[in-house]
C-alpha cells in the first residue's frame, strides 16, 4: 500500500514570497490533515479535511495560509506572503475517518520550508 | 483547551537499562492517548495507543486518569529505540491529535 505522498520535500523562499506544498492522502482515507512542525516543536494543526470539506481550520492563520482539497483527494497549502517563522516542516497525514474513536494518523515525509 | 506535556526534551539511558518517556495531558473529556515515534530519515508513525493495551517492540503505555498521564516504558532499552517520541491526544469526536513537544530517546551502547 502506497504512504502519503508530499512535494516538494525541501523549499527555501525569501520572505513575502509564495509558496505551495502538494499531498496525496492514502487511497481510501477520507480525513486529511496538514500539520505545522517547528523544530523543536511537536506537530501542531492547521487544518483538517472530512472527504472535501474543511472540518477544522481553526489554527491556520487565514490571512496568508489557505489551503484546499480537490475533489476529496489530493490536497494543496498555500502560504502568501511567507514570513521568517513559518520556517517549518510541514506535514500532511490522512486517516480513515471513520466515526466513533480517533484512528491512527498516516503521515507523509514533510515538507521542509526555509523562509530567509 | 487540550494540552499534551512532555516534560523531558532529552532522555539518553544506557543499553538494558530501563526507559520512561513522561506524557502528561490536560483534557475535559474522555481522553484517547497514542504514543508516535520517529527513527532517524523516517516519517512519523503510531507506535501505540491506550485503547489497545498491548506491548509494541517491548513499549507499553497506561493511562492513568487521576494522575492525568501516559507514561512510555520499556523493561530494557536497545540501541533501535533511540527516536523521537511524541505523545498525542485525541479530541473526542474530532478524529485529531494533539501533539507534546516530544521527546529525543538516545540509547547508548
Known amino acids: 500500500e502506497a504512504g502519503v505522498a508530499q512535494s516538494p520535500r525541501y523549499k527555501i523562499i525569501e520572505k513575502r514570497q509564495s509558496v505551495a506544498f502538494w499531498c496525496n492522502p492514502i487511497s481510501g482515507h477520507a480525513t486529511l490533515y496538514w500539520y505545522q512542525q517547528i523544530l523543536g516543536q511537536g506537530p501542531k494543526l492547521l487544518i483538517q479535511f472530512q472527504n472535501n470539506g474543511v472540518v477544522d481550520d481553526s489554527q491556520l492563520p487565514k490571512d496568508r495560509f489557505s489551503a484546499e482539497r480537490l475533489k476529496g483527494v489530493d490536497s494543496t497549502l498555500k502560504i502568501q506572503p511567507a514570513k521568517l517563522e513559518d520556517s517549518a516542516v510541514y506535514l500532511c497525514?490522512?486517516?480513515?475517518?471513520?466515526?466513533?474513536?480517533?484512528?491512527?494518523?498516516?503521515f507523509g515525509e514533510g515538507s521542509r520550508l526555509t523562509v530567509l | 483547551a487540550q494540552r499534551v506535556t512532555q516534560p523531558e526534551k532529552l532522555l539518553s539511558v544506557f543499553k538494558g537499562a530501563p526507559v520512561e518517556l513522561k506524557c502528561n495531558y490536560s483534557?475535559?473529556?474522555?481522553?484517547?492517548l497514542f504514543w508516535y515515534v520517529q527513527y532517524s530519515r523516517q516519517r512519523l508513525q503510531l507506535l501505540l495507543r491506550h485503547i489497545s493495551r498491548e506491548s509494541i517492540k517491548g513499549f507499553t503505555a497506561d493511562l492513568n486518569k487521576g494522575e492525568t498521564s501516559f507514561h512510555l516504558k520499556k523493561p530494557f532499552a536497545q540501541e533501535e529505540d533511540s527516536a523521537m517520541y511524541y505523545c498525542a491526544l485525541g479530541v473526542q469526536g474530532a478524529q485529531k491529535l494533539v501533539f507534546g513537544q516530544g521527546t529525543r530517546l538516545t540509547i547508548n551502547p
Open positions: 497525514a490522512s486517516s480513515l475517518g471513520l466515526q466513533g474513536r480517533t484512528g491512527e494518523l498516516f
Open positions: 483534557y475535559s473529556g474522555s481522553p484517547e
